[in-house]
């Protein structure tokens, strides 16, 4: 069985553009109207498994979206959404970018209170992305098994492998 945003594709009627990696659509559940969802052709669950040069299509597809959303549409300003797994509210197994005209009396509210954080809890948070952040990406990964096929190849495996393993968890 297909996703919504892969059945979508075949009907064609929806489609604003698409080429060989993206696709431009309107959704017939939307928030409000001109509502437009760009996501990629290939089915990706999440965000973290979109390839970069798909990803980095996506995100300037939608900058211009937004452009002409503003220019068409008359809009006020625009949400650019993206819900990336279950708990941020990704209702559809496929990564997408909404982009979503507003208007100063729509009343949609996606406005969410922020919570203080205990500087304890600030500094562990800030640790654990920084150190996160430090390892090897899966491109950095697949440059060192190709010179090193040694030892390195076995770690980088094992954190690809625990790298996958955290994602399958996220998926819808």
């Known amino acids: 069985m297909k996703c919504e945003y892969c059945d979508l594709q075949d009907k064609n009627e929806d489609i604003i553009y698409a ?10 559940k939307i928030t409000t109207p ?8 290939k089915h990706y669950p999440i965000m973290e498994m979109v390839p970069e040069d798909t990803l980095n299509k996506c ?14 549409l008359e809009a006020q300003g625009t949400n650019i959404l993206v819900r990336n797994g279950l708990s941020a509210g990704q209702s559809v197994p496929h990564f997408g970018i909404e982009i ?18 205990l500087e304890d809890e600030m500094d562990m948070i800030l640790e654990a992305i ?19 096929k040694g030892e390195t190849q ?8 625990n790298y996958l393993l955290k994602s399958l968890k996220r998926i819808p």
């Open 100 to 117: 979503i005209p507003r208007r100063e009396e729509d009343n949609l509210n996606l406005q969410w209170k922020g919570k203080e954080v």
């Open 154 to 161: 076995a770690v980088l495996e094992k954190e690809g492998d």
């Open 34 to 41: 001109g509502q437009i969802t760009v996501y990629p052709k």
């Open 59 to 72: 995100v300037y597809a939608a900058k211009k979206v937004s452009m002409a959303v503003f220019e068409s």
């Open 19 to 28: 080429d060989e990696d993206i696709v431009i659509a309107v959704k017939d």
């Open 130 to 148: 920084e150190m996160d952040l430090k390892k090897p990406s899966m491109a950095e990964a697949k440059e060192e098994i190709i010179v090193d």
